[in-house]
């Protein structure tokens, strides 16, 4: 299975064309399939949006193929085309696919504007395991349902509530910081959508969560969140800007309210 023209941006299509060309040849026999995930899966994709990708192998990547693969991300990275410089994604082995052990196992994994493969836990996750499976885009390979075993609703629903908690106390404490007008808003997104997983046992897309707010969440919260959507646009300017001290305290306490209402067991 393969979708030619995988989003409505044919520049982005370029790039993701000559990414699947290019990890066809290099892992052969070794690639099980190619997913476009994230954002262009879920649907509130934009000229700002990361590109998410997934690629699910059978074996451990080999040294030679680790060597290619580097050279060919390096190689799309010099691209004339900015697309070529927000790939994302991890290149997943089977059996770590299927028995989620996070702590265990670290694919080889590149992050948006970076050019190298590192060893990274970023991307093993239930969260992204259900984006995947249930919305993934396939660029290669057959349907992603046919790869990855069904989400356990229980299991989505604990890791969710530990990552309102978790990194709630990282960005309370400051040791996360939210002091620039990307990362602010980009929390403030977060937990809505988190909350929003909560109460649909899916994950839908930050704007979907936005219109669920309205309807579900205190019209402070649900204001909250439509301000942080509009503050999407430019991200690479944004994070270089201070946050809107507002706006930043209204998201601190939004996260609590968030982690009070998860403690109790009820949103």
């Not at 969260?127 to 057959?142: K, Y």
């Amino acid at each position: 299975m393969k979708i030619d023209n995988p989003t409505h941006y044919p520049d982005l299509n370029r790039v993701l064309h000559e990414l699947a060309t290019s990890v066809q040849a290099i892992l052969s026999g070794n690639l099980i399939g190619l997913y476009l995930q994230g954002s262009f899966a879920t649907g509130d994709c934009d000229e700002h949006s990361d590109v998410d990708f997934l690629a699910i192998i059978q074996e451990e990547l080999t040294e030679a193929e680790l060597a290619q693969l580097q050279a060919m991300h390096k190689r799309i990275f010099a691209l004339s085309i900015s697309w070529a410089q927000h790939l994302e994604g991890s290149y997943f082995p089977l059996v770590m696919l299927r028995r989620y052990e996070p702590a265990r196992d670290r694919p080889f994994y590149i992050d948006n504007g970076s050019q190298e493969l590192v060893r990274h836990d970023h991307d093993n996750t239930w969260v992204v395991r259900w984006t995947v499976r249930e919305q993934g885009i396939p660029l290669l390979g057959p349907p992603p349902s046919e790869v990855i075993d069904p989400i356990p609703p229980e299991a989505l629903h604990q890791e969710v509530v530990k990552t309102i908690q978790d990194w709630g106390a990282e960005i309370i404490s400051g040791s996360y910081s939210i002091n620039n007008r990307w990362a602010q808003p980009f929390a403030a997104l977060s937990y809505g959508r988190m909350l929003h997983t909560l109460a649909t046992g899916q994950i839908h897309s930050k704007l979907a969560a936005v219109s669920w707010a309205e309807d579900h969440l205190d019209g402070r919260w649900a204001n909250l969140l439509k301000r942080a959507w509009a503050e999407r646009p430019f991200p690479s300017q944004k994070i270089h800007q201070p946050a809107d001290p507002h706006e930043r305290q209204e998201t601190l306490k939004f996260i609590q309210h968030a982690k009070s209402g998860t403690q109790r067991g009820t949103e």
